[in-house]
């Protein structure tokens, strides 16, 4: 069963690893998931990129030019928003719950560097966690460079990216 998805992350240099933002995917079946990490909050404040591309479409509430920022009880995904480890169990599952999943994103290389160093290293992953991202980039490509799909108003909201993904998997016939 094809999987698409999408990671919002932050890129800290060659010595420290990708730290997960969010991901979101998007199930064949019609199953999503979408999850936020709660220890990324300052990271993402912190970053030029990330505080004016992703933190918009985060449940973050504050400032960052007052010093106050915080998660949003209030909004519609709060409850999305969980611990690395009970994270890391539902993307498991979500994954290993299907049989033959198959992993497709866009760009996809860091998004499946980031959802390895989830469980730790590739060599640690679960078992019926694909060991490779099938890249849609590749796809589109290789059918002649057909229009994309539009994008959604939310672009870098990653379960918003992820079904924009299917929709370019869907596009390309995969």
């Known amino acids: 069963m094809k999987i698409y998805y999408d990671t919002e992350f932050v890129e800290r240099g060659r010595d420290?690893?990708?730290?997960?933002?969010?991901?979101?995917?998007?199930?064949?079946?019609?199953?999503e998931l979408y999850l936020i990490n709660e220890e990324c909050l300052s990271d993402v404040a912190r970053h030029p990129w990330l505080s004016i591309n992703v933190l918009p479409h985060l449940p973050a509430k504050g400032t960052m030019a007052g010093g106050i920022l915080e998660w949003n009880r209030e909004h519609d995904h709060y409850s999305r928003i969980l611990p690395l480890d009970t994270l890391v169990d539902y993307v498991r599952k979500f994954i290993t719950d299907v049989p033959d999943p198959e992993l497709w994103a866009y760009y996809g290389a860091y998004d499946h560097v980031v959802l390895c160093?989830?469980?730790?290293?590739?060599?640690?992953?679960?078992?019926?966690?694909?060991?490779?991202?099938?890249?849609?980039m590749q796809e589109w490509e290789r059918a002649g460079r057909p229009s994309l799909p539009p994008q959604a108003s939310s672009e870098h909201h990653a379960l918003n990216d992820a079904y924009w993904a299917k929709s370019l998997g869907d596009l390309l016939g995969l």
């Open 16 to 31: 420290l690893p990708l730290r997960l933002v969010s991901i979101g995917m998007v199930r064949e079946d019609g199953y």
């Open 117 to 136: 160093q989830l469980f730790g290293s590739m060599s640690e992953l679960p078992a019926g966690v694909p060991m490779w991202t099938h890249e849609l």
